[in-house]
């Protein structure tokens, strides 16, 4: 049986124990953005009663300052994992959304809280593009689809602490 010249061999991944420890990294990684990016409305009213802002400017602080940059902040992550070095990419999303976690807890107005949570959120846009793809570099892909199951328990798992 001849191999085919582009389709990389087994001996072009690493060894399996090194991969499947990155899967649990990424994995309990994973955990942690989920448990960040919903923390917050656990303290919604000392948030709310400390920053003095009202119902809506709280409900902005949940939604669209998080979720509109995570949708915008995935673009230029998944365009800098294509042509960058993968694992230095996810450190500078995750140092992006850690810093920004510190900034939330630092704020002392609604528009400081509301640009760290919009920095949390395009910080975190990093981990689904950048850990598949980091993945697929990892496992071959006839046996890709279990490593990344397994990744995906971390999003599952985080909803036990919600």
Known sequence: ??????R????????????????????????????DRNIITLFAEEIRAYLRISDVKLGMLFGPAFAL??????????????????????WLGVTIWSLATAACGMSRSFMQMFAA????????????PGNQSLL??????????????VYSLGRESARVFR
């Open 69 to 90: 940059s995570y949708a915008i902040g995935a673009l230029p992550f998944g365009w800098a994992i294509d042509r960058f070095d993968r694992r230095r990419v996810l």
């Open 136 to 149: 697929a570099d990892m496992f071959p892909p006839d046996r890709l689809a279990f490593p990344i199951s």
């Open 8 to 35: 990389p061999t087994e001996s072009d991944y690493p060894p399996g124990h090194r991969a499947w420890l990155a899967v649990i990294i990424l994995m309990f990684v994973y955990i942690f953005s989920m448990l």
């Open 117 to 128: 949570r919009a920095f949390v959120g395009a910080g975190e846009a990093v981990l689904v």
């Open 1 to 6: 049986m001849t191999t085919d010249p582009g």
